[in-house]
């Protein structure tokens, strides 16, 4: 039956199924578009490895394997900026991109730094901290674009793995950063209190991206991520650290270890990719799975309504033939009618039911991300109240969590809660 | 400057700002039909109320008049389904309609059993609890179409109108429904304990509905409706509910007070309805503004980022001139190219910061819709899990609420979250 002859109440059911399988197909590009991100990531947290090894001045002999990776770069940049071409253009028929296309235009202003980044370091006009803060910054505008594409994801499925997904991977930036403290330390000999202060930070927020992650990844990527915290290398990582924390001025090492903290923690990170290749892999299957359920949802339901629809019709036909006869028709009328009725008001509550399901496992999976964001936005008011840095900030966050024995997104959520509080009257200037 | 030719961060932005008038643009044509299902719900009030007097047998000679307001019902309801032939059309380029279009399916589903209750209602083949029960059900799926257009809104004014007009729709509902019940109560002279406890219930819950709306209405609103309570009419409406209190199988009183009770309450729900065009015109405005304004913003960030454009490819002229000069060139090439990423990232953080501030605001009106969701789905759940009726269930709430000393959205929240905790692993069978 033509659909615009459908009753409008299967009409709007068809049009629900059909709204949310374009949900989906836009969501599924935006995927996509994350595993490429994930992919520049890991290329750019190799070139700032090897950057920090060229600035630190042990390894002049690595500027060629330096070039080769800043090319692996800008293939894998040229390759996203191809595909956010694509979505430029096609994307602007679904409403809510607003947020993550402000994300992807901040990672995109950040990525035009490279180039002259690169001069700098290329040149030696740049310190290995300035230089990592740069590239931290390039990375973090690029995670961004991750984590809000999990915030809007609307299908619980591949919102988990998006979860799972950002949270790995900003563990795994955050091992990247402890990678760059540690040849710093280790090139000078010893780690300042600062650098220690920042190493703990470094490695609890690890742990906390990685106990979301595992929350929320398919067995797997866990039994994955497993093997590698089991394996020799991680104890390694573990004993070279506490050499760290123990160096002073008066105790220091030699600057040798930085190499072997370098190899350590650069094998340490390519395992990870391997983990999080699984994930983008689940995420994709996710994307194919959800997408392969809404078709075959859309065409049985298709059918049913198209049936629906013609009983409708036949009804419609014996009403207009029984409309002078006596009431009696009516009844049977009525019965036909209440037959319908019921079949329609039945696919209506099945559809309800599944939609309220999907809100329900949907809210659980974004609580992982809005614990993240409250604790993020504490930091930031802490550092525009109190004038301190980010890593004072996170401390004192850590120092309150611990005190109250609380978890650190309870403090943040408190601390918020006051800030938001309006002011009371009696303290107004008369 | 033609958009192709637009950096990638530019042409982001932009996208950004086009999205958002889209979503808008979006909203506004839900907007439009949330105030044709405001009239299409007081119109059913109407005709419920008089059905229920036709029904009482009281009041015989109102058949024309009954008539006159199914026709008035008729004509609203065929504007609705107009309105909705070209959502239908044109709202599928935008990607979460899932729920809206499900709750209109609902609803129109709910709006095919109008004439076959008519039938029955003039043929008095019905009761009037039954006639009204069929009603409620019916204007209670108009509602949910608003409420799930307040809960799908991305503008903070435009949601924190829907909600006030939801609460107050609800509410004037709720009204309606005391109308009914007192109209049948009367005319059988006495109420039952049964009828005297859902008339607490729906007191109370007016008082919630009109809490919340008073929350989030504008002056003018607020104005009329205070206006509202202290007029005569209330006043002589809580007398009537007081002599309803008092009677009893052996304490009857006059079936004429019927007469009375349902003039009084209609005088009152038609002065509501006042309130409620003052709303719908207040979410117009609103639609108005937030869109003439971010027409106006994409206008001037579209001729800033021409600018920017343009001087963005100025400078890669110099770059291309100066390729094979020396280093110093490169300095004032970086000069240039600093000045443009710091206009960009100024004009990014100005937005990234007002999207902020949205979405703080939007948690905030939603969060009055995610207290009434808890409750209603508090009390499903006492229904499936204890087998009582709706009114049984929101007693029980209400009672725990008083014990405990705590709001009625903290009590359902509590009962919910007990029943999604998984069961605890040792009281499985082995």
Chains 1, 2 share one sequence.
């Not at 490279?114 to 040149?123: D, G, N, Q, S, T």
């Not at 995670?143 to 994801?153: M, P, Q, S």
Request: glycine share 4%; net charge negative.
């Amino acid at each position: 039956m033509h659909e615009r002859k459908m009753p409008a109440t299967l009409r709007f059911m068809l049009a629900a199924r059909r709204s949310e399988l374009l949900g989906l197909e836009d969501l599924a590009q935006t995927c996509e578009l994350v595993t490429r991100i994930s992919q520049l990531v890991h290329a750019l947290q190799k070139e700032r490895g090897y950057s920090n090894l060229y600035l630190s001045g042990n390894a002049p002999h690595q500027r060629l394997q330096l070039d080769s990776l800043s090319q692996a770069v800008d293939s894998l940049e040229g390759q996203l900026r191809d595909d956010l071409e694509h979505i430029d253009q096609n994307g602007l028929g679904s409403a809510d991109k607003t947020r993550l296309f402000t994300r992807i235009a901040y990672a995109l202003h950040n990525l035009d730094e490279l180039p002259a980044l690169r001069r700098k370091i290329r040149e030696h006009r740049i310190s290995m901290q300035d230089a990592t803060a740069t590239l931290v910054r390039l990375i973090g505008g690029l995670l961004a674009v991750v984590f809000e594409a999990a915030d809007t994801a609307t299908d619980p499925d591949i919102t988990r793995s998006l979860v799972a997904l950002f949270n790995f991977m900003q563990g795994k930036e955050l091992a990247g950063q402890e990678r760059a403290l540690g040849v710093a330390g280790f090139a000078s000999g010893y780690f300042t209190s600062e650098m220690l202060e920042r190493l703990e930070q470094l490695l609890e927020s690890q742990e906390r991206c990685f106990e979301t992650f595992s929350r929320f990844a398919s067995p797997t990527a866990l039994e994955l991520w497993h093997q590698l915290c089991a394996s020799p290398n991680s104890t390694q990582a573990c004993r070279l650290r506490e050499i760290a924390r123990r160096t002073r001025p008066d105790a220091q090492v030699d600057c040798q270890l930085g190499e072997l903290w370098f190899e350590l923690h650069t094998a340490r990170i390519d395992t990870m990719k391997s983990v999080e290749t699984r994930l983008e892999q689940d995420l994709l299957q996710h994307c194919q799975q959800s997408m392969q359920r809404i078709r075959s949802d859309l065409h049985s339901h298709r059918r049913l309504l198209d049936g629906l629809s013609d009983m409708h019709a036949a009804a419609e036909q014996t009403r207009l033939f029984s409309v002078h006869s006596s009431h009696l028709d009516s009844t049977a009328e009525d019965g036909v009618s209440a037959n319908l009725a019921r079949s329609t008001l039945a696919l209506l509550q099945t559809q309800t039911q599944r939609l309220q399901a999907m809100h329900d496992e949907l809210r659980e999976a974004r609580q992982a991300l809005d614990e993240r964001k409250q604790v993020e936005r504490a930091k930031q008011l802490l550092i525009k109240q109190q004038g301190c840095s980010e890593s004072e900030a996170h401390a004192r966050l850590r120092r309150a969590a611990m005190n109250q024995g609380l978890r650190l997104d309870e403090v943040a959520q408190r601390l918020l809660a006051l800030d938001t509080e309006p002011p009371p009257t009696t303290s107004r200037p008369r």
